[in-house]
């Protein structure tokens, strides 16, 4: 009979279907020079990441790093290199709703944004009803897959049941040659004929969910569990014990309840669909599809423990792996759709231990292994170790693609988290995966930074100040500036009687900077050399300079015409009439408006940052800091004589003018606009 098949809306968490590789981003993409490379510093296992459509942000669920108490570390980031890790974790297991003793494995997050849901997919083992749900109460291995729910990427996630996923995957055509081994359960039957005498059927453990929505419909990718799936390999003439990855379709009421509280549901076609009229009542055995398994599509470089029960001693079994999967679509030239399945092969801690994958027309294939597989291994010359298990995830703005997924900086240590670039063909019949851990561009769409401050002006009182900031991208998401992979550099001229201690969000200054200093803070990335270098985008250098001053009077607000004596700072005010200096006395004015002329002459500091002059400024002979930051000058702009002007993207009605200023004037890479003629030392200005 024919099924109608659910509509499932709401994908703004899938991947974008590709029509090419290498494309590139739309029009107005701002260029930047920053760069990441895998540090290998965050503790991390079967990564999956998740980019969240409110926030703009990565969230990256892990296996492995999170607080006791709690499973599955969630690190958060911007621009999918730059990590840090959440308190607590994914799952609570004093929450009550916990029905896993341990392995608590592979966390997977889907977020659906019609209801504002996120689902957690998860597996683990079976505490309870072993023998009812695996039909032997010793079945050593008994994994099976939950779901949690939450109203954040951040969690915290609760089981939608006290129980795991209602699928009981079963085998009718394996014989369960288990029941023939010792009590070890290492060493299978010698021959293929003595196996054939155990009973058939098993059930299958169930590990590595992955959830993969389509024109739809939802699948769930699983493997079968490494245990109680003893396969003959022909060429080799012994049982090897495998582990093989399968799938199975979902219905979609879960997806679309708005409370969070449905289950999912295998569909109907599935369920039971490998029992017989003869099984005792209660009894089910569901259907699955098997995807990918090594006698279907064998490879050499999956063979690594083939021989482990005999190299060990008989302290391992001789196995296979295929495990960890993520599936893509894309599509070819002509428009076809084109499914990959990455998916990782050998045990973790082996040195063939690797990610291949297979292609195919449609989601329950057939699949088929590339030729090339595979294409991400262990590379010792660039201290990259158990590369495997990861996921697909596009850049920012969706041109380009990564795979996240663990590995380790040496082959005594834990796996840790590694972003890499990851390519697709232009025509879809292959994909490539970068194996670096050195300097390699941020992705695209995380540009333009903007480094901010939480004031303009930092007045030294009581020979004490500070200053806090923080670094955005292009969607507004803050850079997380405790990650040693970036931070901001803030330095006070030399002489200038202050001292800056940054940290990692902000800076104390102490000291007097005798009337008005500079402070300059740079936003830096970390190259793989160890080194710290300033970042660029289209505007210049990402970097923000302030005033420093030892404020002797304040003006905000309304204010008559100025005769400035001291150091006098202009915060958000309206000057009704000129400002004029005297000999020795210093301005700075930020965020605010003086309807006048600005004159100066043998003064100290003038510093106008964010204002508008209605008037022209003339500023001759000045002994501190001269800068015209961001400002409109309505009028002209006349810098003589001075020590270190800087005119840097403001706008001149007017002329501007600059001799006899050592050194010169410069415009810290943001260009001016000047209506009138630019001469002198500012003609480039």
Known sequence: MAIRWPRVRGFLFALPILLATGSTAAGGERSTDATYYNDAALPAADPFVLRDPRSGDYFAYSTEGADPGHHFAIYRSPDLAT????????????????????????????????????????????????????????????????????????????????????????????HDVNVLMDAEQKKPPATLEEGRTAPLGVYLPSIDPNVFFDDGRIYLYFSRNAY??????????????????????????????????????????????????????????????????YGSDPQDWENAHVNDYAES????????????????????????????????????????????????DSPLGPWRKSPDNPVLQEDPGAGMYSTGHGSVIASPDSSQLYYVHHGRPATDTHRRLYTQRMRVAPDASSLLIDD??????????????????????????????????????????????????????????PGSGVTVAPSANGAELTGSPHGVAALSLQYQRKLAGGQYVDVHDDEGTVAVTLPVADCTSHVRGRSDELLITGVTCLDGAEVRGP????????????????????????????????????????????????RVDGSEVRGALTLTGNARPVVAGAEVHGPLSCRGNAPAPVNEGRPNTVRGAATGQCADL
């Open 83 to 174: 990590w840090h890790r959440l308190p607590g974790g994914a799952l609570d297991m004093a929450d009550g709703t916990q029905w896993g003793r341990d392995w608590f494995w592979a966390p997977e997050v889907y977020h659906n944004p019609e209801t504002g849901r996120y689902f957690l997919f998860y597996s683990a083992l079976l505490r309870d009803g072993v023998e009812e749900n695996f039909g032997h109460a010793d079945f050593e291995e008994p994994s099976k897959i939950g779901v949690a729910v939450a109203d954040s990427p951040a969690g915290p996630f609760r089981n939608i049941a006290p129980e795991p996923l209602d699928y009981r995957p079963y085998d009718p055509d394996y």
């Open 228 to 293: 109680r799936n003893w396969v003959w390999d022909h060429e080799l003439g012994k049982y090897i014990e495998e582990s093989n990855v399968s799938a199975v379709e979902l219905d979609a009421d879960w997806w679309h309840d708005p409370s969070g509280t449905t289950m999912p549901r295998i569909t109907p076609d599935y369920r039971d669909a490998n029992g017989s009229p003869a099984n005792p009542p209660g009894i089910r055995k569901d259907g699955f599809a098997p995807i990918l398994d």
């Open 313 to 360: 001693g008989g302290e391992k079994k001789d196995r296979r792996w295929a495990e960890g999967s993520t599936v893509l679509k894309t599509r070819t030239r002509d428009g076809r759709p084109r499914y990959f399945l990455t998916y990782s092969a050998n045990n973790y801690q082996n040195r063939f231990y690797g990610v291949g994958y297979a292609v195919a």
């Open 436 to 493: 670096s851990t050195a300097d390699r561009p941020i992705p695209s769409g995380v540009a333009p930074f903007w480094l901010r401050t939480d004031r303009p002006l930092v007045e030294m009182r009581d020979g004490r100040g500070r200053v806090g900031w923080r670094v955005d991208t292009s969607s507004g998401s803050a850079m997380p500036l405790s990650n040693v992979l970036n931070r901001v550099r803030a330095e006070v001229g």
């Open 579 to 626: 400002v004029r200096l005297a000999p020795g006395a210093s301005l700075v004015a930020v965020n605010s408006v003086i309807d006048g002329p600005v004159i100066a002459q043998d003064s100290g500091a003038v510093w106008l940052s964010a204002s508008t002059i209605n008037g022209s400024v003339r500023v001759r002979g000045a002994r501190g800091p001269v």
